[in-house]
Structures are given as structure tokens and as C-alpha cells.
């Protein structure tokens, strides 16, 4: 396994990740919330968490869901319950690549058998109503991606985060 | 169609969609501004317009061109006659995927037969003299690509962006 | 040459120079640089110099070094000698293309006999602890990369940023 090509997919393969990414990222800035869960395995993880914790390991977490339900949860909470003043996300990935790639055992996981483990930078850009665009929240993305019926999904997502200052006015997932 | 491959283009295609958006954002951070029309067609529409009249579907654009002609006055009044303070851009460009394709039945609009439907996010710094880079425009490009003679080319951009509150300074092209 | 593909690379090459591009900026923003100089060739030269001292051809660069034993001595001194505040950096990498390909007469220079003339721009963001993530440094890469036993190399990596106020700041390679 070289650096060059840690996982030796296919380009077809790898043109399909970015498109799940570029995907991902117009969903959310178009604020298509209701599409976001369907991004999801149904048994996923997905979580939003300072660089800090993750770096040694404490659970804490802004975010954290176990289950598409929960995602779906948090979408009706995000629309009809959480207090907020509304703003505009804008997703930028970048180095986007394939740390390796899983031949799990577990079926149920697996449907095709691989597990693709990626990671990419990110930074969202918040505009707030009459104000400027600003840097909001930066960071990458620790993932996992399964193939279920043809189509990629994320098994799991963690969005680890640089600043610890923000997390209180985090509403829209990252 | 999936959600994965909506357009099915084939991978050299694809590369080079994303060598036009380089090719684009360069010429401009370069500021070699007298190259820039020449991405367009002679009957391209181009528009610079906010998220909130886009979304209404309201006609306002802060900048609106509908011909490379017009795009060739607008470098000529940037380089000549408004008067503004000179700045520095650096374009980001993330999440290019491809819409859709169009076959077209206007022949003198689809040499080659096709129309490749684009989007992708967008994001500028603006870099004035000694002052800090700082995040200036962001948004999300909605392209209409065509060949013609072997080239690329922009047969509509409408760049359209998170904020209200830039218009006025915006000079150069986004 | 067209614009389109000014260096008709194939694509499986195509796709290693982006992954290059991501493992260096997973290395800096993950912060093991003791790997950073490992992406370099021996006789490398790395420089991060002003936009307007690149532009007038003038010499003077914020950091400059001939050979990756600098930079390994540049690693050195971050973590040993240079006072600073620490922080964590996250790179955005864009806009990359191939603005030629080189056939040296230097077989020292040129294992397999071609070098690869890339560009890109990137914006790095800056967050200092207990602070707002916040836009550090925009630029381009100018970059020069060489294939040595299987991998791709940086020979030369200019990195040209648009701000001149940053310099005494700037700790970690970009």
C-alpha cells in the first residue's frame, strides 16, 4: 500500500465519492434538510466533536446520533422546536482521499462487503440575515461509506472541529 | 438516474469539467482579466445575483451580462473607468458535480449536442492592500457548460451568493 | 495543447497528484511534521514568499529553504526553538491543474524522465486556542512534481499568499 494510493479503488469508484461529498454539501447549503437523513445508513453514526476530545478520546460530542431516526429526530428539532435565528451554511471539502478500505465480516454492514474509510477538510461559511459571510466552523471529516442497493452511503461521520467556540450556536448539521 | 452518477459523463469528461473551473478561477486570482470572456459563448448569460432574489426567482442581479460583448465592456469599465480601490481575489471552488445533461434541439446552442448542467460552491477572499485576507463573497455557481470547437465553454454562470451586503464593492468577476 | 487538458496526463496520474495534495495537507493539519519533509525530494525547494515579491521577481521570501534537510531543520526549530503560541491550521486546496509537463535532460532530476507542473490555490484557516476559527493565509501553490521509486515527490513547492501582513506569524508550513 503506497502513500499514493493507500486503497487502490477503482476512478469510477473514487469520482462517485466526491459526488457523494459535492451531494452531501449542496443538500445541507440549499437547507433540503429533509433530504439530509437519507445521506445515512439506518444503524449510523454520526457526530459533531471538538478536535480536543477526539484527540484523546472522550466521548463528549456537540452532536451524536446512533440512528437514521435520530438524524431525522434532530431535523424536526432543528425546524420546529430548536430556538434559533435562522442562517445560511456554505460547505467547502477539500483533500478529499480513501485512508483504506474494510472487508468487514458482518454482512448486515457490508452489503457488497467494503467498508471505504475516508477523510476530507471542511470549512462552513455562516450568513447571518443583513450581515457578512463568516468563517463558522472548520474542520474534517472522518468517515465511513458503505454501498447499500447501488447507492453510497455514510455508515458513519464524524465532523471533528478546530475551535471549541462555537458549539452552542452549531443548529444545522455539518 | 442516481443520486450517485445523475449524469453517467464519462471520467475524461468529468476531469475536465473540473480543469475548466481551475483554468476559470485562476485566470481571475490572476487578474488576467482580458482572458476572462473568452470562457464564455458569444450568447452566454452571466449573472452575479443574491441567494434571496435567485430563491424568490426576482429578476435584480447585482451584475448581468448577456453576451461575451458585455463581458468584454465590464473588464473594460473595471480596468478603466470605475473607480475603486484595487483588491486581490483567491476563488475557492468545492463540491462540482454535474446536474444533469440537456440535449438541446437549438443546434446553435449545442455544438456537440449537449448541454452539461452544472453547480458547485464557491468561495472568495478579498485581499486589499496591507490589510488581512478576509472571506469576501461565497455562494454557489449554477453553470450551463457547451463545446464548441473542442473547448469548454460557459454557456450561462449565474453566481449566486449567501450575503446581501457585498454588492456595492464587488468589482471584479466572481 | 488546449486549455482544456494542457498536459493530457491519464487520469490514474491525474488522480495521484490530487491525493498528493491531500496527504500534504492531512500531514500539516493533523500536525505530524516531523512526515511533512517527506513529501520533498532531497534537492528540493520550498519557499512561501509574498504575492508581490513573486509577481516583481524579487527575492525575498517569509520562509526559504534548498534541500529537505532544511525543512528538516525547519521542524526542528517549530517544535524546539521558535517561541510561539501554538495553533491548528486547516487547509483548503482548489483550482488544481497541470500547467505543463517537463522533460528534463537531468536524470538526477527526472526518475522517469518527466516533471509535472502543477498549480492550485488553497486557503489555510487559523484557530488559536480558545479562539474563532479565522482566515490565516490565501495563496497559490506553484509546484514542481517529480515521480522517485513509485512516488510522487515535490521538487519545488512555491507557496505564493496574498497577504503581506502575515509573515512573522507564520510558524507552520503552509
Known amino acids: 500500500?503506497?502513500?499514493?494510493?493507500?486503497?487502490?479503488?477503482?476512478?469510477?469508484?473514487?469520482?462517485?465519492?466526491?459526488?457523494?461529498?459535492?451531494?452531501?454539501?449542496?443538500?445541507?447549503?440549499?437547507?433540503?434538510y429533509d433530504a439530509w437523513p437519507g445521506f445515512f445508513t439506518e444503524d449510523c453514526v454520526y457526530k459533531v466533536l471538538p478536535r480536543e476530545n477526539h484527540d484523546r478520546k472522550l466521548p463528549l460530542a456537540t452532536i451524536a446520533a446512533e440512528s437514521r431516526?435520530?438524524?431525522?429526530?434532530?431535523?424536526?428539532?432543528?425546524?420546529?422546536?430548536?430556538?434559533?435565528q435562522p442562517y445560511y451554511q456554505r460547505h467547502m471539502v477539500s483533500g478529499l482521499f480513501v485512508r483504506g478500505v474494510d472487508y468487514a465480516g458482518d454482512a448486515a454492514d457490508t452489503a457488497g462487503g467494503r467498508r471505504l474509510l475516508t477523510q476530507a477538510n471542511y470549512a462552513v461559511f455562516r450568513?447571518?440575515?443583513?450581515?457578512?459571510?463568516?468563517?463558522?466552523?472548520?474542520?474534517?471529516?472522518?468517515?465511513?461509506?458503505?454501498?447499500?442497493?447501488?447507492?453510497?452511503?455514510?455508515?458513519?461521520?464524524?465532523?471533528?472541529?478546530?475551535?471549541?467556540?462555537?458549539?452552542?450556536?452549531?443548529?444545522?448539521?455539518?
Open 69 to 84: 431516526g435520530m438524524l431525522i429526530d434532530r431535523v424536526y428539532g432543528m425546524q420546529n422546536t430548536l430556538f434559533h
Open 1 to 32: 500500500m503506497s502513500r499514493d494510493n493507500p486503497a487502490a479503488i477503482a476512478v469510477e469508484l473514487r469520482l462517485r465519492i466526491d459526488e457523494l461529498y459535492a451531494h452531501y454539501i449542496a443538500c445541507l447549503d440549499e437547507a433540503r
Open 127 to 174: 450568513t447571518k440575515q443583513n450581515a457578512l459571510s463568516e468563517v463558522f466552523n472548520v474542520g474534517r471529516y472522518i468517515d465511513i461509506i458503505v454501498e447499500r442497493e447501488g447507492r453510497l452511503l455514510f455508515a458513519e461521520k464524524l465532523c471533528v472541529f478546530d475551535s471549541e467556540l462555537i458549539p452552542n450556536s452549531l443548529i444545522y448539521p455539518i
